[in-house]
């Protein structure tokens, strides 16, 4: 028997074996919520991708927290405890059905969660996790400002002490649950330097009106924070960080999820084209068997693969306490970069099917648009890997 028979079938879903990677557990989980979003979005997020909105937030918020997906790989106060690979893999599954669905579940678990989770105080914790974890409180993050995004240092949100008090004044921008949060952690200047304070809907002075009209993420929820004159107690201040490392720590645990959740929607396009290239007839035969179509598939399946690879590394270096910032950036710029390319050549192969809603090669097109540019543009990644790979500070 020649050693080639002994050979696993190619499969032209997993063509690495990537799978061959992941245990038995991690496997059930991404089945888990890969059959949830198959359920309840797939079928659905067309339609509300193309009215701009997400109408069903709160129970999806509520059918993720009981399967585990929302802050899922915190532990205690309800959450999963999963590894950094398994919330990968949820991430994945979640952005191929929509990238808005992964960036409410980002937001929730990486950010407001996280947040609260490593600079919290007991009280805080005990007071806002459980209920966030089971997606009956949603959460979102308050960094971004209308003139603020890339240069976070610059923020105008202030947070000034009377008495034992601290009132907030301040705007923030292209928030993320932002209007249906029931509780937001908002950065701001103080005497002391950058502080994050929670800061509950319903607090006097605090609004959160919804930013319409967007032809990106048009299946989430994104909002506006406006704070004006919001009085909070002493006890509203995250206790134990203080500057600019607790936001940006918040972001580099959001940006790895997002390395494997632009995977997710480059694998829907994909095998969107492949499926269309099978069955779509020119010159009387399938597109599929054409060289130029199958030049195409075939790049794109090394740069998706590739990118999964790329991502569950970053994983197994999370879940071993190994993963710096500097490599999420790498995959943050990688896959995000190489996703969007990958959506435009499905496009492509589509024609102009690529643009109708009835496929979702367009939806995930525009929807990474806006992923390239959120935590984090192409450009701040380039120049996190410039000083990392000279030494030399080229952002200011």
Known sequence: MSASSKLPPFDPADPLGIDDLLEPEDLAIRDTVRNWAADRV?????????????????????????????????????????????????????EAADSGIRSLVSVQGSLAMYALHRFGSEEQKQTWLPGMAAGEIIGCFGLT??????????????????????????????????????????????????????????????????????????????????????????DAVLPEVTGLRGPLSCLSHARYGIVWGAMGAARSCFETAVEYAKTREQFGRPIGGFQLTQAKLADMAVELHKGILLAHHLGRR????????????????????????????????????GISLEYPVMRHATNLESVLTYEGTVEMHQLVLGKALTGLDAFR
């Not at 193309?50 to 585990?68: C, N, S, T, V």
């Not at 923020?155 to 937001?184: P, Q």
């Open 42 to 94: 797939l079928p659905q997020v067309a339609e509300w991708y193309e009215r701009g909105e997400l109408p069903e937030i709160r129970e999806l918020a509520r059918e993720l927290g009981a399967i585990g997906a929302l802050g899922m790989s915190l532990s205690g106060y309800g959450c999963a405890g999963a590894s950094a690979v398994q919330y990968g893999l949820a991430c994945l599954e979640l």
């Open 145 to 234: 400002e209308p003139d603020h995004g890339s240069d976070p240092a610059g923020m105008r949100t202030y947070a000034k002490r009377d008495g034992s008090d601290w009132v907030l004044n301040g705007r923030k921008m292209w928030i993320t649950n932002g209007s249906v949060a029931g509780v937001a952690v908002v950065w701001a200047q103080s005497d002391d330097g950058i502080r994050g304070f929670v800061v509950p809907a319903g607090t006097p002075g605090f609004s959160a009106p919804e930013i319409k009209h967007k032809w990106s993420l048009r299946a989430s929820v994104t909002s506006e924070l406006v704070l004006d004159d919001v009085r909070l107690p002493a």
């Open 318 to 353: 999370m879940d071993a306490g190994r993963l710096r910032p500097e490599q999420v950036s790498f995959g943050k710029l990688n896959n995000v970069r190489e996703a969007i390319e990958i959506c435009r050549t499905a496009r492509t192969v589509l024609g102009a099917n």
